[in-house]
Every structure is written in C-alpha cells, then in structure tokens.
C-alpha cells in the first residue's frame, strides 16, 4: 500500500468518525434539554429582555436552524446575555442532539401551498422584504433547512426579533445576519409589527411541548 493512499484512507476513517460523533439523537436530546424547559417548557412563558415577550415556540423547528441559532448565540451573533451563555456551554455534539430532539416534536404539518392571502398592505409589505423567498411561500417550509419557520411563531417575539436585526453596536442586543439585516432595516416598527402579527396567524408546525413537571 502506497503512502498517499494510506493516508488517503487514514483521513476517511477519521472524518468518518467526526461524521458519526456528531450524528443527531433525539433521545440524547431531549436528556439534554433540562437546561431549555425553564422557559421553552413553559406554554406562553414570557421573557422581559429585552422587552416582555412570549419565548419562541422550538419545537417543531428544524434541526440545522436549532444548531445555527444556537451556534449565533455562542458566537455573539446573537446577542442575547442568557441564550449566549447557554449556548457556549454546548459541544457541537450536544446541538445536535438538541436539534433532532426538537425537530422530533413537530405538530402537524402545515397546510401545503400558499396559505390564505394576507391583507394588501401586509402583502405588499411581505413583498418589499422579499420574505417568502427564503422561508418559502407558506412560511413553514424555508429554503434552507438553516432558517426558521416562521408561521405560527408568537408575534411578540417574531416582532423583537425582527427588531434585533435593526439594532447596532449594542453590547446586549442585536443580531448579526446581513442578510436578514438588509431585510428588516427598512421597515418602521409599526409595519414589522404588520408583518409579524400575520406571520403569527398561520397554520403553524410550531408548539410548546410542556415538561411533564409544569403540567
């Protein structure tokens, strides 16, 4: 056997390794979550930072936005005290497993096709910010299995949300996606407020699945 292919050989089984030590498990998971259901246990639970607001409904998101959101909170993407410290205290390993846990814990799927029409102003609105292009036309199905779904969520927090986008040079508060930056800095509050109340008023995948210990 040749070196390079030893080596060759030698680097597959490795990053096979790598591979399956971060494959998903829900069952793992879910023993991992303890540390979540304080507040995403909790059906209508509501958060006061940065403002009083509902804590998102996670269950039913999928696996890869559960891993990217919390790997934006362990980087300081997401500048959230709490969520960040959380989050930096997980191994790639264990997002994972939170990820497949939650994504396990889908409510029904969402109506296939468009959902029903939204008003003008908001439809208009919707269409200014381009935002069906990435979470998909029903607003439960996004493009890449990295983004949220969006329909459903609690609009308070879809509303603080989409504000964090807004915000600059905050130590505390403030999310770093251009992207979603680019979409939210040209709206006022009143007309983000517009878009996440209808957004909050679609069929939704998304729920709270209470800890047995808050029922």
């Known amino acids: 056997m040749t070196k390079p292919l030893s080596a060759l050989i030698a680097l597959t089984l490795v990053a096979g390794f790598a591979a399956s030590a971060h494959a998903q498990d829900a069952a793992a998971g879910e023993k991992k979550a303890a540390m979540c259901i304080g507040c995403h246990g909790i059906p209508g639970y509501q958060a006061s930072f940065p403002e009083i607001h509902k804590v998102p409904m996670i269950s039913g998101q999928g696996a890869k936005y559960i891993v990217a959101a919390l790997t934006a909170y362990k980087k300081g993407e997401r500048k959230h005290p709490t969520m960040r410290a959380i989050a930096a205290s997980l191994s790639d390993q264990d997002m994972a497993d939170l990820g497949a846990f939650y994504e396990s814990n889908a409510g029904a799927p969402a109506a296939a096709g468009a959902p029903a029409p939204a008003p003008a102003d908001v439809?208009?609105?919707?269409?200014?910010?381009?935002?069906?292009?990435c979470h998909g036309d029903n607003f439960s199905k996004p493009i890449d299995p990295s983004y949220p779904k969006l329909a459903g969520?609690?609009?308070?927090?879809?509303?603080?949300?989409?504000?964090?986008?807004?915000?600059?040079?905050?130590?505390?508060?403030?999310?770093?996606?251009?992207?979603?930056?680019?979409?939210?800095?040209?709206f006022s509050h009143a007309e983000l407020?517009?878009?996440?109340?209808y957004l909050a008023s679609l069929p939704s995948e998304l729920k709270t699945v209470p800890e047995s210990r808050f029922r």
């Open 123 to 133: 439809a208009a609105l919707l269409t200014k910010g381009n935002c069906a292009s």
């Open 153 to 186: 969520q609690y609009a308070d927090y879809l509303f603080v949300a989409l504000k964090a986008y807004q915000t600059e040079k905050n130590p505390q508060v403030g999310r770093g996606n251009a992207i979603m930056a680019g979409m939210a800095k040209p």
């Open 193 to 197: 407020k517009q878009i996440a109340g």
